[in-house]
């Protein structure tokens, strides 16, 4: 069986996945304070083992591809991302960090939370987000590993809702992004589709 064989096999398991447990066709309001008429919850979605197996081996094979050290992003929805990867990934070499959405304001009062000895200026790192929309969230967190004089060497998240987050992403971080899924692809019929 090809690679690409093997990694559509795993992209149809990932959609199927996503559109069973984190596709919510209801009404809701985003964190953009726009209204839309589903919601893709990927963090319930990573909380399930074969779901987090798919995308920990997707983002820990990205991070080698990229020479990242380190993979991480925006609490909460970077946390259960960077966690399969370090378990799916070959070896120890990838470790996870964590971007608080505040500076800690006691004790070390860091924003980025991590193993230090892995986090010194220039090392590489995978900024990832669960689902991107407008990117706020995930600029957010690539202004901060910058601030820290980490690399960005790549963006991945797990949905992008194709909604001008992609180019937000790519002007902030100077590093290829991608998506393992887009809306297209998770939600075809979906009625705001142009």
Known sequence: ?????????VDLR?????QRHALKKRDVILSNGTKSSYYVDVKQAMLLAPLARLVGQRVASIAKELD?????????????????????????GLVAFIVRKDRKEHGLERWIEGP???????????????????????VAAIERVQE???IVAGVV????????????????????YRSLVTIDELYPERPDRS
């Open 1 to 9: 069986m090809s690679t690409a064989t093997t990694t559509q096999e």
């Open 157 to 176: 998240s797990v949905v992008d809702r194709l909604a001008g987050g992609a180019e937000a992403i790519e002007a902030a971080a100077h590093a290829p």
């Open 14 to 18: 990932l959609i199927e996945g996503l």
């Open 116 to 138: 230090d000895e892995f986090l010194q200026d220039g090392a590489r790192c995978l900024v990832v987000d669960d689902v991107v929309t407008t990117g706020s969230s995930t």
């Open 68 to 92: 990242a050290v380190a993979v991480g992003g925006m609490i909460v929805g970077a946390i259960p991302i960077a966690c399969a990867a370090l378990v799916a990934q070959q070896g120890d």
């Open 148 to 150: 820290a004089d980490l």
